[in-house]
């Protein structure tokens, strides 16, 4: 297989061939290339049927890696297939299909990071985490890589739940003090960092319950009808921003209604996260509370599908498939054999 063979990555490649911590300065990199416009978004489209089933595709082109590509998966009861697919920018010939579920993961766990990093203060040390799904290990690992965390504090409503997250976090990260707690304010109470990673359709953060100076990573509430956090977290915000502006726009409920509702239509305060990396300046003195809010945009995913495409090609990782282009003229002769004369 040579390296202009389009290849199949799968889940075991992807994790083999890339770390959380590579994740997320494959990520910073594609930030510092938005920022710079040499990346950009194809906005995410979806479509929903039945009560609990949506499809979704998000992309991007990175001119200076000369690649584009999408990213579409489906959610249904019964699971989901998420495939991120690459085109070479200049051919538009087809250079991978990544198996992307440990990809997502990695990509939205590595966005609260990159937050992290740039909006907390530089001595958090204490995280709150609201929810214990399948996204929250990977959203505690990215801040623990950014952060030097002393405790991490675990709620979610399902005493189980929470309480066999909280073990699996104090095993995995040992060094650090891991404890449950009764309510979404005893979990925050004092916290320098929180994340919100919920499934959420009602606002359960309020501004009174969480502490000067913290982080909010609202990482959860990615479709209009979901809500994690109350309206009064925007005027102790001194600092807000966002993956995507346009995604936000529509489907973020929470900055909709602040923005839209309670200021006009102004929404000269929301950054966006790549400008504040290609800034590479701390978190500014003074501000009570800062909150980032990730929607989900194809530079993101495509930063790390290009970083695993380049790590795949120098291992000689995934397998080859056949190229369209060289498919198409055994289907012309097909269809010519069947023609009648």
């Given at each position: 297989m040579?390296?202009?063979?389009?290849?199949?990555?799968?889940?075991?490649?992807?994790?083999?061939?890339?770390?959380?911590?590579?994740?997320?300065?494959?990520?910073?990199?594609?930030?510092?290339?938005?920022?710079?416009?040499?990346?950009?978004?194809?906005?995410?489209t979806?479509?929903?049927?039945?009560?609990?089933?949506?499809?979704?595709?998000?992309?991007?082109?990175?001119?200076?890696?000369?690649?584009?590509?999408?990213?579409?998966?489906g959610?249904?009861?019964?699971?989901?297939?998420?495939?991120?697919?690459?085109?070479?920018?200049?051919?538009?010939?087809?250079?991978?299909v990544?198996?992307?579920?440990?990809?997502?993961?990695?990509?939205?766990?590595?966005?609260?990071?990159v937050?992290?990093?740039?909006?907390s203060?530089?001595?958090?040390?204490?995280?709150a985490?609201?929810?214990?799904?399948?996204?929250?290990?990977?959203?505690?690992?990215?801040?623990?890589?950014?952060?030097?965390?002393?405790?991490?504090?675990?709620?979610?409503?399902?005493?189980?739940?929470?309480?066999?997250?909280?073990?699996?976090?104090?095993?995995?990260?040992?060094?650090?003090?891991?404890?449950?707690?009764?309510?979404?304010?005893?979990?925050?109470?004092?916290?320098?960092?929180?994340?919100?990673?919920?499934?959420?359709?009602?606002?359960?953060?309020?501004?009174?319950?969480?502490?000067?100076?913290?982080?909010?990573?609202?990482?959860?509430?990615?479709?209009?009808?979901?809500?994690?956090?109350?309206?009064?977290?925007?005027?102790?915000?001194?600092?807000?921003?966002?993956?995507?502006?346009p995604?936000?726009?529509?489907?973020?409920?929470?900055?909709?209604?602040?923005?839209?509702?309670?200021?006009?239509?102004?929404?000269?305060?929301?950054?966006?996260?790549?400008?504040?990396?290609?800034?590479?300046?701390?978190?500014?003195?003074?501000i009570?509370?800062?909150?980032?809010?990730?929607?989900?945009?194809?530079?993101?995913?495509?930063?790390?599908?290009?970083?695993?495409?380049?790590?795949?090609?120098?291992a000689?990782?995934?397998r080859?498939?056949?190229?369209?282009?060289?498919v198409?003229?055994?289907?012309?002769?097909?269809?010519?054999?069947?023609?009648?004369?």
């Amino acid at each position: 297989m040579t390296a202009a063979e389009p290849r199949w990555i799968g889940e075991a490649d992807v994790v083999a061939l890339m770390s959380l911590r590579d994740a997320i300065e494959a990520l910073e990199s594609g930030l510092a290339e938005e920022a710079a416009g040499t990346a950009r978004n194809l906005e995410k489209t979806a479509a929903h049927w039945g009560e609990r089933s949506n499809m979704h595709a998000i992309g991007a082109v990175y001119e200076r890696a000369g690649v584009f590509g999408t990213k579409t998966w489906g959610n249904t009861p019964a699971g989901s297939t998420p495939l991120l697919i690459l085109w070479d920018a200049e051919t538009a010939r087809l250079r991978a299909v990544i198996e992307a579920s440990a990809l997502g993961q990695m990509r939205t766990g590595a966005m609260s990071g990159v937050a992290t990093r740039w909006m907390s203060a530089a001595a958090a040390d204490d995280l709150a985490v609201i929810g214990s799904g399948k996204q929250a290990l990977m959203q505690v690992a990215a801040v623990t890589l950014v952060r030097p965390l002393r405790r991490i504090r675990v709620f979610s409503p399902t005493r189980e739940k929470r309480e066999a997250f909280a073990a699996r976090l104090a095993e995995t990260f040992p060094a650090i003090e891991v404890t449950t707690a009764p309510d979404v304010a005893a979990a925050v109470a004092d916290s320098a960092v929180v994340t919100l990673i919920t499934r959420a359709r009602a606002p359960f953060l309020e501004a009174s319950m969480v502490a000067y100076g913290v982080h909010v990573n609202a990482a959860g509430a990615i479709t209009e009808e979901r809500r994690e956090f109350a309206r009064g977290l925007f005027p102790r915000a001194g600092l807000v921003a966002v993956d995507t502006i346009p995604a936000a726009r529509r489907l973020s409920a929470e900055l909709i209604d602040w923005y839209d509702h309670a200021c006009g239509g102004d929404w000269s305060a929301a950054r966006r996260i790549c400008d504040i990396v290609a800034a590479a300046q701390p978190r500014p003195a003074g501000i009570d509370l800062s909150l980032f809010k990730p929607m989900g945009m194809g530079i993101a995913d495509l930063a790390l599908g290009i970083e695993i495409l380049r790590r795949a090609d120098a291992a000689g990782a995934g397998r080859p498939i056949p190229h369209p282009q060289r498919v198409v003229p055994r289907i012309a002769a097909a269809v010519e054999e069947e023609t009648p004369r």
